[in-house]
């Protein structure tokens, strides 16, 4: 009887633990390197070289040109280099960025989030962007067939948490991530813009090993008993 009453102990730990640990993938967005992060570039005019102007066009881009970088316990989003080319004027004109461009890094959930409320938090270790560069966490909202109905976003201040809240209506698609805006930047001097260091989160599988090894304990204890 004893045995009976650890094994289910033991079984009911392990269950609540991995259930919590589905719980917080299926509503909580965290900076984990093993989720599919994906990039897009909005590309705009550059007005008076520090706004946004006409929007031009958005597509798919590569995480590593945004930049958005995993680099160890970090993520480092920086100003984008990788269309800059002073031969081009589209992009370079006479030196100078001709481009306003928004990197945004993110994470696709599909509406598997749908009709839920969604958060997204994490730390901010380190924010050092000067103007008129900016970066934010956000929540985007998508009808299913991705049109656009709206965002929630949250500052990223060094040495501070962020965290991001918005309720999803049934059936929209979610999108958690950053971005990061500003000129298109010369690989040469990008270094004195700044960039933005984010802390990233222990994988939540983690929570489920934890418990199945306490599991694992509790019935070789029991068996000993």
Known sequence: MKKLRVLSLAL???AVLSLGNVRLTAQTGSVDPGLSWLGWMNVYE????????NYLFGQAWDVNDLPALWSGTELVLSPNTSTW???DPYWVNNGQPNKWMEANFYVDMGTAWGGQTVTFSGQTVDNSLVAPYGAVAFIKEFTSSYGWVGMDTAPLNSGSPFTVTRTIAAGNVVQFGFML???NADPATVESLGQVRIAVVPEP???TLVGLGLATLALRRSRQG
Do not use: E, I, R, Y
Not at 46 to 53: D, E, K, T
């Open 205 to 207: 599988a983690m929570a």
């Open 181 to 183: 805006t500003g000129p």
């Open 46 to 53: 550059l007005v008076g070289g520090n706004s946004a102007g």
């Open 12 to 14: 009911a730990l392990a």
């Open 85 to 87: 080319n002073p031969s």
